[in-house]
């Protein structure tokens, strides 16, 4: 049984995003349907709002995040960014750029609660960094993916060829960094952009899947898990050895549950469990 199919009253009325809760997910939803969800300053401000609230919400430990109507997100908003804004003063410029900063990838990359990017139609230009800086990714099969800035005479702003550094090959990268062509979901999957892509029909099934895999762990131990290997992708082996070291005495202390304890129980005393196969028992935590 869902526990709300609306937007809580106890939450903001934001004018830009819904947020509902479905046994332990927060569906975020980027809302803006008629700009194919393009990310105003407004919803790059709303969207900090949202995260920081989730984060204390126990009624959120699976962040799902989506688009409303036919996209995902058409990208920045180059209409409220560039022309609507061109007379602020530089210190309101400032702040519109580090709410797109902050949201899209400072808060997403390290976010306490396991992140889902689901999408479900055009993801275009910025759209790449908010998609890359979830955890997890799942497109439709035929969702369109690209990074058009070179068409009119731009190159891909903040982070975006960044975060394609991170999930797509070189080659592929380029050529669609430098051409500008589009891309289907079920080819994002096939260059590492998504994990998986699926017939548009089982979208949410698939992630709705995947996120109940993510809601019977142990929220702590993947929460350092995930932080571990992101940060260890660009260090040294020496040192990625003393930090990854030093994030399991971490868990050790953070842990309440004691997963590490009730594991080794259940695998070598009761023989109830086997990691390879499944998680350990959580049922009377």
Known sequence: MSESTTTPSDLPKWKTVEVTFEDGIAWVT???????????????????????HLEYDDRCRVL?????GDAFSAGMDLKEYFRETENFEWIRKLRNHSASQDWQ????????????????????GGAFTPLVGCDLAVAAEDATFGVSEVNWGIIPGGNVCKAIE????YRQALYYIMTGDTFSGKQAAEMGL?????????????????????????????????VMYKFTRNMEWELASEFSGAKSAQNAMMDKEKG???????????????????AYRREDS
């Not at 990838?105 to 275009?124: D, E, H, Q």
């Not at 991170?166 to 090959?169: D, L, N, V, Y």
């Not at 709705?208 to 929460?223: C, F, M, Q, R, S």
Request: aromatic content about 8%; hydrophobic content about 40%.
């Open 30 to 52: 980027l809302n803006r349907p008629a700009k194919r969800n393009a990310m105003s300053p407004t919803l790059n401000r709303e969207m900090m709002d949202v995260l920081n």
């Open 64 to 68: 799902v995040l989506t688009g409303a």
């Open 105 to 124: 990838w400072r808060r997403l990359r390290k976010y306490p609660k396991s992140t889902i990017a689901m999408v479900n139609g055009w993801c275009f």
């Open 166 to 169: 991170e999930t797509m090959g």
């Open 194 to 226: 998504v994990n998986y892509a699926v017939p548009r029909d089982q979208l949410r099934a698939r992630v709705l899947e995947i996120a109940k895999k993510l809601l019977a762990l142990n929220p702590v131990t993947v929460y350092n898990a995930k």
């Open 260 to 278: 590490r304890v009730r594991g080794l129980e259940q695998f070598l005393d009761e023989k109830s469990f086997r990691p390879g196969l499944g």
